[in-house]
Every structure is written in C-alpha cells, then in structure tokens.
T-cell receptor, first 113, second 116 residues
Framework: QQQVRQSPQSLTVWEGETAILNCSYE??????FPWYWQFPRESPALLIA?????NKKEDGRFTIFFNKREKKLSLHITDSQPGDSATYFC????????????FGQGTKLSIKP | DPKIIQKPKYLVAVTGSEKILICEQY?????MYWYRQSAKKPLEFMFS???????DNQTASSRFQPQSSKKNHLDLQITALKPDDSATYFC???????????????FGPGTRLTVL
C-alpha cells in the first residue's frame, strides 16, 4: 500500500524559476512530514519538515505548504539553483509509529542553468 | 568526524551466504533504524530500535535480523542472501524525548550490497 505519493516523478526547471514538488498521503494519523533530499551516491539528508499545527513552514528558499483537509503538501523552491538538482523525498510518520518514516517514491529535480 | 558510521561501504556476496552490516552512531541518540533503498523501492523502512529494544519490524522475512550489542550500535545480519536483496542499506538515528516524540532522523552513508 502506497501511503505517501509524490508527483511529478521528475521535474526540470530553469535556474531562477520556482520548482513545485507535490506530495499526498492517506493516513490521517500522520503528524510529522519531513522532506529529504538526496544527491547521487549520497545518503538522504533532512531539508525541511512540518507538523500539522501549521500550514506553512519556510526556510530560506524552501517552503512547505500543508493542506490537512485534502491530505496534501507541497515543497516550493524559489530562485532554483543548479545545486538544488537532487531527488526529493516526502516522508510521513505518526506519533504511534515509533519514529518510522514512510517515504514517497521521490521527485528527481533538475535545474537547467 | 562522521557521526554515523556504516561498514563496509561496499559489499559483494554470493547467493546463499550470510553477511553482517555494521552501524554505529555517535550522536548520543536513543533510537536507531534500518532502511533499504533499491531501484524498485526507493526508501523502505525495515526496523526501529529504541533503548536497544525492537520497536517495529516491517520486513517480511526472518532472514533479516537486527542486533544491538550496545546502545549506539545496530547491526543488520542477513542470512541466505538472494539477488533481490541487492540494495543500499541505510542506518539512521534520532532522539526520542520523554513525551514519545521523535526528532529528525539522520542517515548514515549506507552500505551498498550486491548479491551475485
């Protein structure tokens, strides 16, 4: 069962544009949503995370928008840079899941200079 | 200095053999995890441990056995290896507070396993 879904599978934007990565989930008990990014041949690294108490989380050029009613969230990357080219994973966990993260399939983002 | 150490970095095994993947974390965390990443399933949760106790097991096969000899160690023993086990195995850790909430998870560099 795919509990966390991401779209698109791959995305290419020009340098300086805003990239929008989408994520949806099924389990209404999820209460923590981190986004990880992963560069080739490296391990995933936490980029930004949100809890449902707020519908927006911002960190520099990266912003999460969260819609609890629709069970959707999105990651916006403004002023995209070539160094942002990576695979982005949306993940989710519940308070009772003992920290287990359930990951989406990932979105491969390419930034064209 | 690396905060999470995984050994070895690369591992080649023959079908039917047994291997142990090593993980040590020096972040002072009380929870540790194993995840697997392959072309078929990008990042898949396997196990979680808290205070050296198994909290969750999502692997269908008993061929995968976590082993925690110390608070900051969580090794993964894999027996009767199959080609389908070929993947990168990531160890991760986080801190659980007294309220039962888990902070962000940090991932180790991974062990890339190839089963021939």
């Amino acid at each position: 069962q795919q509990q966390v879904r991401q779209s698109p599978q791959s995305l290419t934007v020009w340098e300086g544009e805003t990239a929008i990565l989408n994520c949806s989930y099924e389990d209404s008990t999820f209460d923590y949503f981190p986004w990880y990014w992963q560069f080739p041949r490296e391990s995933p690294a936490l980029l930004i995370a949100i809890r449902p108490v707020s519908n927006k989380k911002e960190d520099g050029r990266f912003t999460i928008f969260f819609n609890k009613r629709e069970k959707k969230l999105s990651l916006h990357i403004t002023d995209s840079q070539p160094g942002d080219s990576a695979t982005y994973f949306c993940a989710a966990s519940s308070w009772y899941n003992q920290g287990k993260l359930i990951f989406g399939q990932g979105t491969k983002l390419s930034i064209k200079p | 200095d690396p905060k999470i150490i995984q050994k070895p970095k690369y591992l080649v095994a023959v079908t039917g053999s047994e291997k142990i993947l090593i993980c040590e974390q020096y972040l002072g965390h009380n929870a540790m995890y194993w995840y697997r990443q392959s072309a078929k399933k990008p990042l898949e949760f396997m196990f979680s441990y808290s205070y050296q106790k198994l909290m969750d097991n999502q692997t269908a096969s008993s061929r995968f056995q976590p082993q925690s000899s110390k608070k900051n160690h969580l090794d993964l023993q894999i027996t009767a290896l199959k080609p389908d086990d070929s993947a990168t195995y990531f160890c991760a850790s986080s801190q659980r507070d007294w309220g039962g909430n888990y902070a962000e998870q940090f991932f180790g560099p991974g062990t890339r396993l190839t089963v021939l």
